[in-house]
């Protein structure tokens, strides 16, 4: 298992977390003002969820990744993992999630028409951002 630095992996949180509130942002800004340097809006949805509701959704996910976190850097809390169990089915489910997007992106890329980006890419990274989130989450606390 890879040793990080714990204060490399609280800040590999906070950095997830600030990724995954641009991808909301910038999806809220090409709603309501489709500025044209940003892709255009079915390239920032998989069309599963409508985004009526996966806007709410995502800001209760931002506010649960921002208590993670919290506890996270404070080393204690609710949101503080420190059962070696809990810590290995985060990490298999982050696994699974990863290795689920990643099959998704061959799919995506093998369907045609052949656009990428159009047809997907930003949930993809979305989607991978959160897996390292969980993955991070996972990683216990070297002992001292």
Do not use: N
């Not at 990428?116 to 002992?143: C, M, N, Q, T, Y």
């Amino acid at each position: 298992m890879i040793a990080i630095p714990e204060r490399w992996r609280r800040r590999a949180l906070w950095l997830c977390l600030g990724i995954f509130l641009l991808r909301v942002i910038g999806q809220i800004e090409v709603a309501l003002l489709a500025p044209s340097w940003l892709p255009s809006f079915p390239a920032w949805e998989s069309g599963l969820v409508p985004y009526p509701l996966l806007l709410p959704l995502q800001i209760v996910l931002l506010a649960g990744m921002a208590a993670v976190a919290s506890d996270h850097s404070r080393g204690s809390g609710p949101m503080w993992v420190e059962s070696p169990q809990v810590a290995k089915r985060l990490r298999a489910f982050a696994l699974l999630y990863a290795f689920i997007m990643l099959v998704r992106l061959v799919v995506t890329a093998a369907l045609p028409p052949h656009s990428v980006v159009d047809r997907g890419l930003i949930p993809i990274l979305a989607h991978w951002d959160l897996a390292s989130f969980i993955a991070l989450v996972a990683k216990l606390r070297e002992p001292r």
